[in-house]
């Protein structure tokens, strides 16, 4: 595949962003970020916080976007990108714990978590969730391959990429991120 194709091929997978919520029902992409624009506003006024997990070039996303909310959008976030934090909780309970765990104990009601896996079956991310929900967080999730990916119907608001590579799904999910910090911006 020349670059030509490849730019093409990412510009048809942008063109195909499905949004859809909690229930699985569709929802037009636009309203989805304006939903999401608005949840960041309450996030804001009520102290709460946005806290971003992922593995591998997810986790590297959710480090970028969380240092662009705070900085750009002066909310307070959380990542658990931290290695010592990372090994002790897989060591001494399991890599599914390794976001549930430290979430479990700072996460609060009224938080909101961004869930990126692309292939939307990662056991860590889909743990995670289950305490997100216990908690009382907002869920926004990011995923991608198989349309039927257990993590695409956790959300309030789910975004799905119907990519077949992680490059492609993950290089959709940074230009989701972007536009949504730019519409918070």
């Known amino acids: 595949m020349n670059w030509n194709k490849k730019i093409t091929a990412l510009n048809a997978l942008l063109a195909e962003v499905a949004a859809t919520d909690g229930n699985m029902a ?3 992409v636009d309203i989805a970020f304006t939903q999401l624009k608005d949840r960041v506003a309450d996030i804001k006024i009520s102290r709460n916080a946005i806290f971003f997990i992922g593995n591998g070039a997810s986790a590297s996303m959710c480090s970028h976007f969380a240092a662009d909310f705070a900085k750009n959008g002066k909310i307070h ?3 658990f990108t931290d290695l010592s ?3 002790a909780v897989a060591n001494d309970l399991s890599y599914e714990k390794v976001f549930a765990d430290p979430l479990r104990f ?5 938080d909101m978590l961004v869930a990126i ?3 939307g079956a990662s056991p860590n991310i889909l743990e995670a969730v289950k ?3 216990d908690k009382g967080m907002y869920i926004l999730t990011l995923s991608g391959m198989k349309p039927e990916n257990p993590l695409r119907k956790q ?3 789910n975004f799905y990429i119907p990519g077949e590579t992680y490059g492609m799904v993950e290089t959709c999910h940074a230009a989701v991120l972007h536009y949504w910090m730019d519409l918070v911006a």
């Open 26 to 28: 569709a929802l037009d």
């Open 77 to 79: 976030t959380q990542t």
């Open 85 to 87: 934090l990372i090994t």
């Open 106 to 110: 700072r996460a609060r009601s009224g």
């Open 117 to 119: 896996s692309s292939s």
């Open 131 to 133: 305490v997100a929900k």
């Open 155 to 157: 959300g309030e608001i």
